[in-house]
């Protein structure tokens, strides 16, 4: 609870930004979905492909939705909801269909010998009895808006979520249970808030006008306390903060090393300028979801590594020795897309391959020659993104023969917990990770020096230097001051000795300014 109090602001930041997106969301599937429903429930042609189209969008997996749209209109907000309400359509688009479909018939056709409209027929006899249907309908949706808000923090939307990918990358199992609870008891409540509109016809009884007093009450009560706190998060969140405002936005990867560096590059402007800073931390995807952001202008900078550049960005091959030139690439950064490079800042963040000590002295492998002679002794477990690049394991094994007994493919994150857990027994690091010293790990030599480097630098839009000049000198004073060395070590203390990357960013910049004034 000590740990819930000292990131009350935190949460407090994340709970309003998921309430709403949540509510933003729930709206808009209810202004459509009850919309197309009563089309669906009309038009019989329309019923032959209405319902297929949203039955086959609610197949795609959410997150693969997610990266789809990201080419298209970006990360943030309004990704989030596009799939968002996509995802939530068809719980109400159904339920409505279905209740005015359930009608009982001899209702309408005594409606009919009345003289009753069309549309007093709709209003009267059809949405009524048909609103119990769309409302257990609204209920799935509200849950499952909720929860999926929770994946949204991937593109850098904001919410719990957050929290949750934070402590995945981090290594902090409070974050994680603090995100994954309040989830929970958000749907809860969420679930709970639209059955006092369903509890008793409620809202039935009230859109007939035959509502109790009590009735009346419950809903004026509940529809009060949620424009209360929908009120409440806009003022705390503050999301319509004026174009004229002078900010950036920095982005960072979904890595303990990139929420450093991504804190690190973002006090530097605060502490030297008066310009806002927006911090858009963790996005997931890293570079592939990114790269079209800082494009589109969605956000301003963020730490890059010169071999991810080179080859999933710019597209280019290596030659024989492997080496990236910078000034090269900096040039076609600038030529194809407008962003510049301002340096490098020290660290060389490449791709290696690590056993156990005791697997290294047991069978003497020291190279991945070695590793790849014995590869049938060994599970290798390894991030998505290792399996797909060019630049990692389908190169790799055109140079080393690996034959690993098996392949295990997971998050990031999770390669060193299964490596733990004994699930795999040899894993892809990178030579600042924190968990090599941890586990004892051993690191072997690319004797055949296929992985190239993946030094660090800060890349920023050239629109953005040209907006905010003063910005340039004090990140660029960066430049070779994060050796791999300290980057392990700043790493270590955020993965295993649980220290905020805020508060070790801001240790490293008091260090350096000490430093550079004696």
Same mark, same amino acid.
């Given at each position: 609870?000590?740990?819930?109090?000292?990131?009350?602001? /935190?949460?407090?930041?994340?709970?309003?930004?998921?309430? %709403?997106?949540?509510?933003?969301?729930?709206?808009?599937?209810? %202004?459509?979905?009850?919309?197309?429903?009563?089309?669906? $429930?009309?038009?019989?042609?329309?019923?032959?492909?209405?319902?297929?189209?949203? @039955?086959?969008? &609610?197949?795609?997996?959410?997150?693969?939705? =997610?990266?789809?749209?990201?080419?298209?209109?970006?990360?943030?907000?309004?990704?989030?909801?596009?799939? +968002?309400?996509?995802?939530?359509?068809?719980?109400?688009?159904?339920?409505?269909?279905?209740?005015?479909?359930?009608?009982? +018939?001899?209702?309408?056709?005594?409606?009919?010998?009345?003289?009753?409209?069309?549309?007093?027929? =709709?209003?009267?006899?059809? $949405?009524?009895?048909? %609103?119990?249907?769309?409302?257990?309908?609204?209920?799935?949706?509200?849950?499952?808006?909720?929860?999926?808000?929770?994946?949204?923090?991937?593109?850098?939307?904001?919410?719990?979520?957050?929290?949750?990918?934070?402590?995945?990358?981090?290594?902090?199992? $409070?974050?994680? !249970?603090?995100?994954?609870?309040?989830?929970?008891?958000?749907?809860? %409540?969420?679930?709970?808030?639209?059955?006092?509109?369903?509890?008793?016809?409620?809202?039935?009884?009230?859109?007939?006008?035959?509502?109790?007093?009590?009735?009346?009450?419950?809903? !004026?009560?509940?529809?009060?306390?949620?424009?209360?706190?929908?009120?409440?998060?806009?003022?705390?969140? @503050?999301?319509?903060?004026?174009?004229?405002?002078?900010?950036?936005?920095?982005?960072?990867?979904?890595?303990?090393?990139?929420?450093?560096?991504?804190?690190?590059?973002?006090?530097?402007?605060?502490?030297?300028?008066?310009?806002?800073?927006? *911090?858009?931390?963790?996005?997931?995807?890293?570079?592939?979801?990114?790269?079209?952001?800082?494009?589109?202008?969605?956000?301003?900078?963020?730490?890059? /590594?010169?071999?991810?550049?080179? +080859?999933?960005?710019?597209?280019?091959?290596?030659?024989?020795?492997?080496?990236?030139?910078?000034?090269?690439?900096?040039?076609? &950064?600038? @030529?194809?897309?407008?962003?510049?490079?301002?340096?490098?800042?020290?660290?060389?963040?490449? &791709?290696?391959?690590?056993?156990?000590?005791?697997?290294?002295?047991? *069978?003497?492998?020291?190279?991945?020659?070695?590793?790849?002679?014995?590869?049938?002794? =060994?599970?290798?477990?390894?991030?998505?993104?290792?399996?797909?690049?060019?630049?990692?394991?389908?190169?790799?094994? #055109?140079?080393?023969?690996?034959?690993?007994?098996?392949?295990?493919?997971?998050?990031?994150?999770?390669?060193?917990?299964?490596?733990?857990?004994? #699930?795999?027994?040899?894993?892809?690091?990178?030579?600042?990770?924190?968990?090599?010293?941890?586990?004892?790990?051993?690191?072997?030599?690319?004797?055949?020096?296929?992985?190239?480097?993946?030094?660090?630098?800060?890349?920023?839009?050239?629109?953005?230097?040209?907006?905010?000049?003063?910005?340039?000198? $004090?990140?660029? *004073?960066?430049?070779?001051?994060?050796?791999?060395?300290?980057?392990?070590? +700043?790493?270590?203390?955020?993965?295993?000795?649980?220290?905020?990357?805020?508060?070790?960013?801001?240790? =490293?910049?008091?260090?350096?300014?000490?430093?550079?004034?004696?």
């Amino acid at each position: 609870m000590d740990n819930l109090f000292i990131r009350r602001t /935190y949460f407090f930041h994340l709970f309003s930004e998921h309430l %709403l997106i949540s509510s933003l969301a729930v709206f808009f599937v209810v %202004l459509f979905g009850v919309a197309i429903g009563v089309w669906v $429930f009309y038009s019989k042609h329309s019923r032959t492909f209405v319902l297929p189209i949203i @039955n086959f969008l &609610y197949a795609i997996p959410s997150i693969a939705m =997610f990266g789809l749209l990201i080419p298209v209109v970006g990360i943030g907000l309004r990704n989030a909801l596009i799939v +968002m309400i996509l995802y939530g359509l068809l719980p109400i688009v159904r339920n409505t269909y279905t209740g005015l479909k359930e009608v009982p +018939m001899q209702y309408v056709e005594v409606a009919r010998s009345l003289g009753a409209t069309p549309f007093q027929l =709709f209003k009267k006899i059809y $949405f009524p009895l048909a %609103l119990p249907s769309i409302l257990s309908g609204l209920r799935i949706t509200v849950v499952m808006v909720i929860a999926l808000t929770g994946l949204a923090a991937l593109i850098g939307a904001g919410g719990l979520g957050q929290a949750i990918f934070r402590g995945l990358n981090t290594m902090n199992t $409070f974050l994680i !249970v603090a995100g994954s609870l309040g989830i929970s008891l958000f749907a809860i %409540l969420g679930d709970s808030y639209v059955g006092v509109f369903e509890k008793n016809n409620n809202l039935q009884h009230m859109i007939s006008h035959n509502a109790t007093k009590k009735q009346k009450i419950e809903i !004026v009560l509940n529809t009060s306390l949620l424009f209360i706190l929908i009120i409440g998060a806009l003022w705390y969140t @503050n999301p319509f903060a004026g174009s004229d405002e002078r900010s950036v936005t920095v982005a960072s990867k979904p890595t303990s090393e990139q929420f450093i560096l991504g804190e690190i590059v973002a006090q530097t402007i605060e502490n030297h300028t008066d310009i806002t800073v927006y *911090r858009k931390f963790g996005i997931g995807g890293g570079t592939t979801n990114i790269q079209p952001a800082i494009l589109s202008g969605k956000i301003d900078l963020y730490v890059e /590594y010169t071999g991810t550049a080179w +080859m999933s960005v710019l597209k280019e091959k290596l030659d024989s020795s492997h080496l990236i030139s910078f000034e090269k690439l900096a040039r076609s &950064y600038q @030529n194809k897309y407008q962003l510049a490079w301002l340096g490098l800042l020290g660290l060389n963040n490449t &791709y290696a391959l690590a056993i156990s000590q005791s697997d290294a002295e047991a *069978r003497s492998i020291r190279t991945y020659s070695d590793l790849a002679a014995q590869s049938s002794f =060994f599970d290798f477990g390894a991030e998505f993104d290792f399996f797909e690049r060019p630049d990692a394991y389908n190169g790799l094994l #055109k140079i080393y023969p690996f034959m690993f007994r098996s392949l295990h493919e997971m998050d990031i994150n999770l390669r060193y917990s299964a490596f733990e857990e004994g #699930k795999v027994n040899a894993i892809d690091a990178f030579t600042t990770d924190a968990k090599i010293e941890a586990l004892q790990l051993s690191v072997l030599e690319d004797d055949k020096h296929y992985f190239p480097s993946y030094e660090a630098g800060i890349v920023i839009r050239e629109a953005t230097l040209d907006r905010y000049p003063e910005i340039r000198p $004090f990140l660029t *004073r960066l430049n070779g001051k994060i050796s791999t060395a300290a980057m392990r070590k +700043m790493n270590y203390e955020v993965e295993i000795l649980q220290k905020k990357p805020k508060a070790v960013a801001a240790a =490293f910049l008091k260090t350096l300014i000490e430093e550079s004034s004696h």
